[in-house]
């Protein structure tokens, strides 16, 4: 599976599928968040929610790209990532793009 950021493939004709997009809703444990709080307070990485956004990320990407295989996509373009925080604690993650197919 392709997957590309601009809304084009280079050097080969197109047909759009339809969007695709994948989420995760993430919030870390209690205890680790308290601790991360602290950190927040002196500055630096929050190493444990940085952690957990690449891991989200990952998850929605792999579910966008399960949406577009089950389209019969061989590429996605024009992805895009979102996020947004859902409650205190806990944030979501999407990816979207458009499903193609790669003509000839």
Known sequence: MIILTIDSIPGKEIEAL???KGS????K?????????FKSMVGGELKSYTKMMNESREI?????????QSMGA???IGV????S??????SEIMAFGTAVKIKG
């Not at 925080?85 to 806990?90: D, H, I, N, T």
């Open 29 to 37: 444990n209690m205890f680790k968040d308290m601790g991360q709080g």
């Open 85 to 90: 925080s859902v409650l205190q604690g806990a």
């Open 80 to 83: 895009r990532f979102a996020t």
């Open 74 to 76: 061989d590429a996605i």
């Open 18 to 20: 339809g969007l695709v």
């Open 60 to 68: 929605a990407t792999k579910r966008m790209i399960e949406e577009a």
């Open 24 to 27: 995760t809703v993430q919030s």
